[in-house]
């Protein structure tokens, strides 16, 4: 989780921010975040903010200090630790939705009555 120091809104509402390329692409990370309805899409581009930001401010090796803000974790480390979460709440159910790589599983399509047009409804409804 980011610090309140280095938080969006913080920054948002710095007053003493320049308009700089830094600044730019960071105020559009922040209103892509804003307007993403996907949780795990809007962590992507917390993500990517973080990272930015630390870019920003001259942080060594900035997306791994920002995997170690969003995650605690190094990103090489990332997935396993989503895939053993995923393993451990799902038990034996695992391998019904995910492959051995960790990939979710195409799921079957459902399969769907054929649509009637409405004369049909109207006629059925008229008959009874």
Not at 44 to 61: F, H, K, M, P, T
Not at 96 to 106: A, C, I, S
Request: proline share 8%; charged share 25%.
């Amino acid at each position: 989780m980011p610090t309140e120091k280095h938080s969006a809104l913080a920054w948002l509402l710095n007053p003493a921010k320049t308009s700089t390329p830094y600044t730019r692409v960071l105020a559009h990370l922040l209103l892509a975040e804003a307007k993403e309805p996907h949780p795990h899409l809007r962590d992507d581009i917390r993500q990517a903010w973080i990272c930015v930001s630390n870019e920003e401010r001259g942080v060594a090796d900035p997306f791994v200090q920002a995997s170690y803000t969003m995650y605690g974790l190094h990103p090489d480390k990332v997935f396993p630790a989503i895939t053993a979460m995923r393993k451990a709440m799902l038990g034996a159910e695992y391998g019904r939705f995910f492959d051995d790589d960790g990939n979710l599983r195409p799921q079957l399509q459902a399969v769907k009555k054929p649509a009637r047009s409405t004369g049909d409804v109207a006629k059925k409804v008229a008959a009874a």
